[in-house]
């Protein structure tokens, strides 16, 4: 099985950590040997993880599970295939599926479904048949037709399994690559530009109301530890400007704390943080 030191640039879109060992399993059988041992973390994209220096933990990608089934109205396709490959073919055989998610630095299929992602008001479980995964309990491959655990940024995965494989609902579409450029533009809006560090919303939004309303009404937009910040564009993203990981703790607290003080809200993160 390959196995490579990636650094936390090449693995996570926020860029902040040191470098890791990652196994890229190229079968079941080699990723059942990985989930034996309970002390792994899958990595899909990395655009929703944070990582601190000092793990000493395996990591495994599943970007070799590539496989892609089209049919006419419903596409399989395996953990490993990364949601811009996914945009390109919806162009290309126009069909609508992920176009909410369009400028998503580097999602992967397996990440998308782990958190349930979303934005625009649809999310993926909207458009979910079935997901096989690799259960961490028996081992052995099942298959997920009852969606009602997920909710909001959730999932039973990655606790459940890994997913290796996902099928989703798709219909015809003449506008896709309108409607890709329509969400690009509201995400550009609103959101700091593609190419800043950052690993998305970096806090949930609490019930009925917006998490970067409340960091932006608390003075923390561009307020900054050491190398990372608050955006200037939106307070509810993160930049790393060459900051570490002590410092990104240091700046959510903050965060947490002067919404507590300001609005009695407790905020939990969105960010997947893995220390
Ligand atoms: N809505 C928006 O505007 C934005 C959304 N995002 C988020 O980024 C994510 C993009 O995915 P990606 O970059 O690939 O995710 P990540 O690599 O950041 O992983 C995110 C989570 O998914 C889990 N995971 C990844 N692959 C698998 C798999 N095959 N089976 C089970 N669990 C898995 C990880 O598990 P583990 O804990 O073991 O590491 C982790 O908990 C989306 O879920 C989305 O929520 C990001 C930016 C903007
Ligand atoms: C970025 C992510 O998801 C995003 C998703 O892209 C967008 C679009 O649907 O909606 C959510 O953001 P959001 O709730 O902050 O949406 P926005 O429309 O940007 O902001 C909500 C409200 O807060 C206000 N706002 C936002 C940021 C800020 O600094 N100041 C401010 O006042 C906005 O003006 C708006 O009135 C998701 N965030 C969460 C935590 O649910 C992600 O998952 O990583």
């Known amino acids: 099985m390959e196995v490579r030191e990636l650094s936390a640039k090449e693995l996570t879109t ?8 990652v196994y890229f399993p190229e079968n079941l059988e080699e990723l059942k040997s990985l989930l034996r ?42 953990a490993g295939v990364k949601l811009s490959e996914l945009l390109a073919l919806q162009i ?12 998503i630095p580097k999602a992967t299929v397996g990440g998308l479904v782990a958190q349930n992602a979303g934005a625009f008001g649809h999310e993926i479980k909207d458009r979910l048949v079935e997901v096989k995964f690799l259960s961490r309990e028996t081992l ?17 995965f990655p606790e459940l399994g890994a997913v290796v494989e996902a099928t989703f609902k798709i219909f ?7 409607e890709m450029k329509k969400f690009v533009s509201l995400r550009l809006e609103k959101q700091p530009p593609f190419y ?30 050491g190398g990372v910040k608050f955006s200037e564009f939106h307070a509810n993203f993160i930049v790393n400007e060459g900051g570490s990981f002590s410092e ?3 700046l959510v607290e903050m965060g947490r704390k002067k919404v507590k003080e300001k609005f009695g809200v407790d905020l939990e993160l969105e960010v997947r943080v893995i220390t």
């Open 92 to 103: 290309q055989k126009k069909f609508s599926l992920f176009e909410f998610l369009a400028g």
């Open 37 to 78: 041992n309970e002390d792994i973390f899958i990595i899909g994209g990395g655009s929703n993880t944070v990582l601190s220096e000092k793990l000493n933990r395996k990591f495994v990608s599943l970007r070799k599970f590539r496989n892609i089934l089209l049919e006419e109205d419903r596409i399989t396709v395996g």
């Open 140 to 156: 052995e491959v099942e298959v997920l037709r009852d969606f009602s655990e997920f909710g909001y940024r959730k999932s039973p």
């Open 172 to 178: 015809h579409s003449q506008k896709v690559k309108e």
């Open 14 to 21: 926020i860029g902040i950590g040191s470098s890791y060992p």
């Open 196 to 225: 800043l560090r950052t690993a998305g919303s970096t806090f949930k939004n609490p019930p009925g109301d917006s998490a970067g309303r409340l960091l932006d009404l608390a003075g923390l937009k561009g307020f900054s530890v």
């Open 248 to 250: 990104f703790l240091e």
